[in-house]
């Protein structure tokens, strides 16, 4: 029985295989060899072979995120009576519930905003307050290579790009208030201001719009919506240099205010104070 043996035999050492390596003047591994074999291991009944051919399936396995989509709200009302007091468009607001793009979280009744896979699963999602406490984050196990996102229905060789969800929906309202479907375009959210190098050269391309631009070669123009403020500025100039090469890329930023947000508010109050002004 090789257990106990070092203090029988009065030899120190703080383990079994401290004793072996002293008994029989041998290093580490030879010590562990000879345990095996008096103990009648075979060290093939406890190793474990991964297949070449799978290991990038294993990895792909182990890397995989699983997302925390917080209960959802029986009803909508809190997001509905948010979005619309940001003027965005109410078909446009029950087109997102209506196919599970957002939802009202049932605890703190913020918008949840969706984004998913090629195979139609959830794989991004972030909050945003109903309130005025201004609380935006990303769910646990989000990948932001599927921000919220809302695609054409049909072939289209450009893609709209905005920081925010709020954005992309507003935008989305504007082209409908001009008689144009919204549902013939592109439109991705960077879901948060993209953060550049210090030189921009180094900057990388936001994952979200590098797997959409990845999975979908027929884009040939990029029209950049993003912030009239100095990170959404310094955006923009980055991602001109990166893409100027393979694409067409256009910087469309809000002609009034910070944001596409800012500018559909405006409109839509200028509109209504019109209204107003007429029917007295």
């Known amino acids: ?85 940001r003027y965005i468009d109410k078909e446009i607001i029950n087109y997102c519930l209506n196919n599970n793009f957002m939802y009202e979280d049932l605890e703190h009744h913020n918008v949840i905003f969706l984004g998913y896979d090629e195979n139609n699963k959830v794989k991004f999602g972030c909050a945003r307050a109903t309130n005025p406490s201004r609380v935006m984050y990303d769910l646990k196990g989000s990948s932001k290579e599927y921000s919220f996102r809302l695609l054409s229905q049909e072939s289209s060789t450009t893609v709209h790009i905005f920081e925010s969800a709020v954005d992309l929906l507003s935008f989305a309202t504007l082209i409908k208030n001009r008689g144009m479907d919204f549902r013939k375009f592109n439109l991705i959210s960077l879901s948060g201001v993209y953060q550049t190098a210090n030189k921009i050269e180094e900057s990388k391309v936001p994952v979200v719009l590098k797997k959409y631009l990845e999975t979908n070669k027929n884009i040939r123009t990029i029209i950049l919506h993003l912030d009239n403020d100095i990170a959404g500025r310094n955006a923009t100039k980055a991602l001109e240099f990166l893409l100027k090469k393979d694409y067409e890329v256009l910087d469309r930023p809000s002609s009034y205010g910070k944001d596409v947000n800012d500018y559909l508010v405006h409109q839509m109050e200028l509109k209504n104070k019109k209204s107003r002004s007429y029917a007295r």
Request: contains cysteine; aromatic residues 10%.
């Open 1 to 85: 029985m090789v257990c106990g043996i070092g203090f029988l035999d009065g030899v120190g050492g703080r383990n079994v295989i401290d004793f072996v390596c002293v008994r029989d003047n041998s290093n580490f591994k030879t010590a562990v060899e000879t345990l095996m074999y008096e103990l009648n291991i075979d060290a093939g009944n406890y190793k474990t072979t991964i297949p070449k051919s799978d290991v990038k399936s294993y990895k792909k396995v182990a890397e995989e995120k699983k997302i925390i989509l917080p209960q959802k709200n029986p009803e909508s009302k809190r997001v509905f009576a948010y979005l619309s007091s």
